[in-house]
């Protein structure tokens, strides 16, 4: 079966991602004992959980940085480590990720960093990749000159910017973005979620987000996946709230979490 | 009646097809047009001529997917053919890219971007002129900052606040010294034995094997143990302290140690520089006494020379002038090393590359400076006659 569909009230929806009995653990310290998700195309998931809980690290596992002890991670319907180096680049071609500083080449100007994946992928001619470097500029709201800045010259937000424009780069299928509005002011913050609310409507992107942020998470996922006693928990915020688990009440009633209610 | 011109094969996986009329043309797009195939309808697209009809349209109500490389296709296209004049309806996508359309078309209207070509005589003069005014600030930068570590010592001497840091001072001799002692021995000592196996080679021709004592005496005491010591101590400490200052400025170290009132060139320049200008004559030292040891086993197994013999003529060849003559030369290499390390650790920007950066320009610049000195060290003392 291929992609994976589950009936969830009454509409097909795809599995673009399936994590089934996920171990993962520093030493013998677990981090996520054989922990269960599933990802729907078209959704925005966001990923909390407390310090050390190992969101970065589940990230970081599905998109293959880090080995893990045991369990399957399937994406688009094909388990990951069972892949060779090609077909791992087809599953590459269809994932853009968002890391937490950006992760820009720092030899490179922003104009050259989105066009990083095109000149790997394609043989474009150098006018169609400033074409579609620019117009990934535009969409993630960076003005016109950032192009030939170096990812130096930027701040903090500017640089999440370039660095989800890069991740953009190949139209993927999913963005996982690591802590996206960490460090940003809130209008910045603001700002960035109604970009990843706009860019997922428009562009039909799946988005695996891990965020610390309760007002993006309000203001952009369908679903939450909680981290908690080295498992995860899924629901809507609203279901959420109604969990007994103490550290999910603690989460979404404690003042932080009334307040971006 | 119309005609069909410019298509694609039938069998891509991106197709278009140009269909004219006499007043009219509708470009019919079809498929899936995504990044995969950008290239090639690019440059399709491109050549399509427009011929003399004054109205036009785009037609993808029946595109399979579309991606925002293939809709950024189609709006420049679009854009392209009002911009020659003609009328062009509004491109017809399904309805699911409604949003998609809406955000190339009217987010993006800035003209793309432009990579300045760097290969132009233009160019080449702005980087020579840059690169004189950067030359130029660096000696100003480099005079102001010696000047600087000038007056800190001073200050130490003169007002001792007992905080020329003891224990930051023995360790950075612990660092430099201490810890270099195996690399420096094993380099001197094998110097020693190939200065000695060339020199009996060439003073065997005259019988003069016995000499090759004499060059070997002279020749590392004089110059080559301090040189050789000097250059492994630059690319060993040297680079250690550009690196070290530099990731504390990447880190926002300085700037904590400065808002917390801490003298940065006291307690990080000053050690490092007492700190190996008290280690390299020592180092210089150990570096002779191992090249000799070099030296004098290959003596013994290529000339046959015993100790004694070695020690004896030794003794006649050098004299404790030949000695001294290399070893005050380390404390200026030391000097320098440390002053160049430390400056260029300052110098390093809030990014993790310029530390990279500065740490070979660090190591570049100091054995530079240390073969330079070197060289106008020998002619002072010829003039001085030593």
Not at chain 2, 244 to 272: F, H, K, Y
Not at chain 2, 338 to 351: A, K, T, W
Not at chain 2, 361 to 384: K, Y
């Amino acid at each position: 079966m291929s992609g994976g569909r589950v009936n969830q009230g009454g509409r097909d929806k795809e599995v673009i991602i399936k994590v089934r009995g996920l171990v993962n653990g520093f030493g013998d310290q677990l981090l996520h004992d054989h922990l269960d998700l599933d990802v729907y195309r078209g959704e925005v998931l966001g990923v909390v959980g407390g310090s050390g809980t190992g969101k970065s690290v589940l990230l970081r596992s599905i998109v293959g940085l880090n080995k893990i002890q045991s369990g399957t991670i399937e994406v688009f319907g094909q388990n990951t480590a069972g892949l060779n180096e090609a077909q791992m680049r087809q599953i590459e071609m269809r994932w853009g990720v968002l890391f937490q500083e950006g992760a820009l080449f720092s030899s490179q100007t922003i104009a050259e960093n989105i066009q990083v994946p095109l000149r790997e992928y394609f043989q474009m001619s150098q006018d169609l990749m400033n074409e579609i470097a620019s117009m990934k500029l535009s969409m993630v709201g960076l003005p016109e000159d950032a192009a030939a800045k170096h990812p130096s010259e930027l701040s903090g937000g500017m640089k999440k910017r370039a660095g989800l424009a890069r991740a953009l780069a190949l139209d993927p299928d999913v963005v996982f973005l690591d802590e996206p509005t960490a460090g940003l002011d809130p209008i910045s913050a603001n700002m960035f979620d109604e970009l990843v609310k706009d860019l997922q409507k428009s562009l039909n992107l799946t988005v695996f987000m891990v965020t610390h942020d309760l007002d993006t998470l309000r203001a952009t996922t369908d679903r939450i996946a909680v981290l908690v006693d080295r498992k995860i928990k899924v629901g809507t915020i609203d279901e959420l709230r109604r969990d007994p688990h103490p550290w999910i009440q603690q989460y979404f009633s404690g003042p932080r979490g009334r307040a971006a209610a | 009646m119309s005609t069909v011109n410019d298509a694609t094969a039938p069998d891509a996986r991106a197709r278009f097809r140009m269909e004219r009329k006499p007043k009219s043309l509708r470009l019919v797009v079809e498929g899936e047009w995504t990044t995969k195939d950008a290239a090639k309808l690019d440059v399709q697209l491109r050549a399509l001529q427009l011929g003399d009809a004054a109205e036009a349209q785009i037609d993808g109500s029946s595109l399979e997917r579309i991606d925002s490389a293939g809709t950024w296709l189609l709006v420049r296209t679009k854009r392209e053919w009002e911009s020659a004049g003609r009328k062009v309806g509004p491109i017809l996508l399904p309805n699911m890219y409604d949003s998609l359309l809406h955000t190339v078309e009217h987010e993006h209207t800035a003209p793309p971007v432009v990579i300045h070509n760097r290969h132009t005589l233009e160019a080449f003069v702005e980087r020579v002129g840059k690169g004189t005014v950067h030359g130029v600030y660096q000696g100003a930068g480099i005079l102001s900052y010696v000047g600087r570590v000038t007056l800190e010592w001073l200050e130490a001497i003169y007002h001792p606040r007992g905080n020329l840091r003891i224990a930051a001072l023995f360790h950075q001799i612990e660092e430099t010294g201490i810890n270099a002692l195996p690399i420096v021995g094993l380099l001197a000592f094998l110097i020693g034995i190939v200065l000695a196996y060339q020199g009996a080679d060439q003073l065997k021709r005259f019988g003069a094997e016995i000499f090759t004592i004499n060059l070997l005496g002279v020749g590392l005491l004089r110059e080559i143990a301090g040189l050789i010591t000097a250059i492994i101590i630059a690319g060993r400490s040297g680079s250690a302290f550009t690196a070290q200052i530099g990731t504390m400025r990447v880190n926002e170290e300085l700037d904590a140690m400065q808002t917390i009132g801490i003298n940065t060139v006291d307690t990080l320049v000053l050690p490092r520089i007492l700190g190996l200008a008290i280690a390299l004559p020592f180092l210089t030292f150990y570096a002779d006494i191992m090249g000799m040891i070099g030296g004098a086993v290959m003596c013994y197994f290529d000339l046959h020379i015993t100790l004694a013999e070695f020690l004896r003529q030794l003794q006649q060849a050098i004299s404790l002038n030949t000695f001294l003559v290399g070893i005050i030369k380390a404390p200026v290499f030391a000097l320098i090393i440390s002053l160049v390390g430390c400056y260029e650790g300052l110098q390093v920007e809030r990014n993790a590359a310029s530390v990279g950066k500065l740490t070979t320009r660090s190591v570049v610049e100091s054995v530079f400076l240390v073969i330079v000195l070197d060289a106008a060290f020998s002619i002072i003392f010829s003039i001085i006659g030593i």
